[in-house]
Nanobody, 115 residues
């Protein structure tokens, strides 16, 4: 059974930091591209960051220089370090695993940036 379980979300003040984790099981983690997406109220889900099986990364322009995605193949976990958070980063953040058209999703974790 495939599982992707996000954690680490919460309420943080502008300028603060959070680290999201996505623990996985049930699929061959090391060959999948892992990504973080987010969806704010009334908006479409968007890609935040992704890391390939080879370790290549890409980021949305809006988070470049502030967010860092990483993966630990031994722990079957992907992380998203979020620094210098802004109110516009407020959204539900979803973990995604993709390979060859196969997609798996987590249930999401809420991130709220507010003073």
């Amino acid at each position: 059974q495939v599982q992707l379980v996000e954690s680490g979300g919460g309420l943080v003040q502008p300028g603060g930091s959070l680290r999201l984790s996505c623990a996985t099981s049930g699929f061959f983690f090391k060959i999948y591209t892992m990504g973080w997406y987010r969806q704010a109220p009334g908006k479409q889900r968007e890609l935040v960051a992704a890391v390939t099986s080879g370790g290549n990364t890409n980021y949305a322009d809006s988070v470049k220089g502030r967010f860092t995605i990483s993966r630990d193949n031994a722990k079957l976990t992907v992380y998203l370090q979020m620094n210098s958070l802004k109110p516009e980063d407020t959204a539900v953040y979803y973990c995604n695993a993709e390979m060859g058209g196969i997609d798996y999703w987590g249930q999401g974790t809420q991130v709220t940036v507010s003073s």
